[in-house]
Structures are given as structure tokens and as C-alpha cells.
């Protein structure tokens, strides 16, 4: 599997942690962001969108950092991160969904602002993250893991820009559950870190 | 397996349309959304999100419209409307995830600001609209359906908020292979519209 990367993306970050954590070899091709290359070919013909991160396994050439866990996770790990019983996969869909949507708008939005000068509304967007935080922040205080009772991809999808939070002003210190559970990850077998965190 | 919604909604309607679809008995639970039914007890202990659907089946319940469809899908089709081998899985999660990001942020944003009054920035969810409906266009002209080579929950979960965009300004004349893919979702076995489609 081959892996278009960028360091500093919280998005490519989760793939090279759960490839971490299950072991799996996965070249990585740093792709030069700065000028860029994302919007061009070859890498617009990989992805029409025109994002990171973008995985390319042969004839499986996928996008979106949420459907390349379920889809490492499908493939190699069985149903360890990613269980496929119906209550299962969606209490981890729902987090998944969570990473792509109020995550995003949220903490990340709030980090692109701050840290790479994105013209956005910092003000939502801190707002978004501290509602999300709130949540997660209550959820997690009866829970070790987000969807089920083990780690999943749900957990390593929406961990990175949480932790990455305090580079858009968003701190984790009011929420101390949310915090632990990072710590938690932090201490998986073969767990990787990035760069701010 | 209860539902609790609202007939304007997109996102309860694509689990109505599933379940339709399936042949599957709903009791459906109109939310008195106006009065702000959704964030008062008792349905903001079910979702503290606050949104509908909410899906209540007994020991599993659930938010987000896009999960539903997976635990529906998984509980009640086998593989038919949700394939999990690694491939399949994770193209129908890929757009699982448009439906959540892009077309939430485009097509759905903007009628949410022309029909019911939403202080959003319009222009910009237009944009992202037709950013999402050109690539969705090219992406069908080659294709019937939008993740694999049958219909899938990718598809239930996609249509109605681009569909509907015409009450948001973003008809889709500019946009004949989705056009046709909606026609062509329209005709399935069982279909049901709801208000606006």
C-alpha cells in the first residue's frame, strides 16, 4: 500500500497510526502541499477532490482519511478495529462520522486558521469544538473508548485533531475525560505520534 | 424499531426510504421540530446532539442518519445494501462521508437557508454545491450507481439532499448523470418520495 502523505495533516496521521498499531507496512510519498501538488497530476487523477490523504493499494485507490481506516481495518485486521455486526458498526459509524463532520468543523477548522492561515470563522469554529468537546468530554467519563468497549478506528479517527487542538486556541484542559482517553491511545502497542503532538 | 422524525427532513427521510426499500415495519415518531421537541427531554437524553433521526431499536440507539442506514443495512439486508468486504466497504464509506461533509455543507445548507430561514453563508454552500454536484456528475457518467455496481446505502444516503437542492437554488440542469441517477433511484422497487422530491 502506498500512502500520499503529508506530516503536519491530522487526516494522514490517522492512517499511519492504525498502520502502526496493526503492524502493516505502508510506503509513504510525502506529497509537496506548499506548492500544491494535491491539485495537480498525478495526484488529481487519484483524487478528483483534490485532498490528503490518498491511499493507493493496486486496484483499490481510495480517499477520505475515515473510508482508508475502514478499509485497512477491513483488510487486515478482521473485525478487531472495526467490528461488522450491526449495533457495532454503527455506534463506530457514528463516530466516524463525528471525525468528518463536527471534528472538522470544529478543533481542525480552528488549527487551520491558527497554524496554516486558512481565511475561515475562527469564532464558529472554536464554538463547534468546545460543543463537541463538551459531549465527548461527558461520554467519555463512563467510557474507556468511544464506540464499544475496545479501541477502534472510531478512536483513531477522531483523536487527532482533538489532540492537535491546542494549536487552534482549543485546549484540552476543561476536558479531562477527552484528555485521559488521548493518554489512552497514547499508550497503545506500537502507537506513533506526529508532529504537535 | 422506532423512528423519531420529520417529514421535511433529508436525513430521516433516507431512513424511511431504506426501510421502504427493505420492506422493513418503522413506527415512525413525528418530532415537533418548530417547538424544539429535539432539544428538550426526553429526546435530547436519547441524542445529546440535539438532531433527528434518532433510532430507537430497543438496547441500540442511535444518531446520525448516515449510521442508521449502516445498522439497518447490516441488521436487515446482510449484504445486499452493504457490502463488507475491505473494497466495497470502504467506497460506500467514502460517500457516506460525502453525504456527511460535502453535500451537508452544500446542497442541504442552502435550502436549509432558503426554506427554513437558516443564517448561513449562502453563497458559499452554493459553491460547495456545485463543487460537489460536478464531481458527482463525472463521477455517473461512467456509472449507475455510486460506490459499487448496485444500489447501496451510499446512494439512499446521497440523493435526497441533492434532489432537493432546487429548493436551495442548486437545481440540477446542470447535471444530467445525476439527474438520471436520482430517476434511476426514483424507480427502485418500493421507492416512497417525501415532500419537495
Redesign the interface.
Known amino acids: 500500500m502506498k500512502l500520499y502523505d503529508l506530516d503536519v495533516s491530522g487526516n494522514c496521521y490517522k492512517v499511519r497510526l492504525l498502520c502502526a498499531l496493526l503492524d502493516v507496512p505502508v510506503e509513504l510519498i510525502s506529497v509537496d502541499f506548499l506548492a500544491g501538488a494535491h491539485k495537480r497530476s498525478p495526484l488529481i487523477d487519484l483524487n478528483?477532490?483534490g485532498q490528503l490523504p490518498v491511499l493507493d493499494d493496486g486496484?483499490?485507490i481510495?480517499?477520505?482519511s475515515?473510508?482508508?481506516l475502514?478499509?485497512i481495518a477491513?483488510?487486515v485486521g478482521s473485525e478487531a478495529w472495526l467490528p461488522?455486526?450491526?449495533?457495532s458498526?454503527?455506534?463506530v459509524?457514528?463516530w466516524?462520522?463525528v471525525a468528518?463532520?463536527e471534528i472538522?468543523r470544529g478543533p481542525n477548522d480552528a488549527r487551520l486558521h491558527d497554524k496554516f492561515g486558512y481565511k475561515l470563522d475562527v469564532v464558529k469554529a472554536r464554538e463547534n469544538a468546545r460543543r463537541i468537546l463538551t459531549?465527548m468530554d461527558?461520554?467519555l467519563e463512563t467510557r474507556e473508548w468511544l464506540a464499544i468497549d475496545r479501541p477502534t478506528v472510531a478512536d483513531i479517527a477522531c483523536m487527532p485533531y482533538v489532540a492537535l487542538g491546542w494549536e487552534g486556541g482549543v485546549p484540552l484542559d476543561p476536558y479531562p475525560a477527552v484528555a485521559a482517553w488521548v493518554e489512552r491511545i497514547k499508550k497503545l502497542p506500537r502507537f506513533i505520534p506526529m508532529p504537535g503532538l
Chains 1, 2 share one sequence.
Not at 84 to 87: G, I, L
Open positions: 478528483v477532490f486496484e483499490v481510495l480517499r477520505d475515515q473510508a482508508i475502514v478499509y477491513r483488510k461488522t455486526d450491526a449495533p458498526l454503527a455506534l459509524t457514528q466516524l462520522m468528518e463532520n472538522a459531549i461527558e461520554h
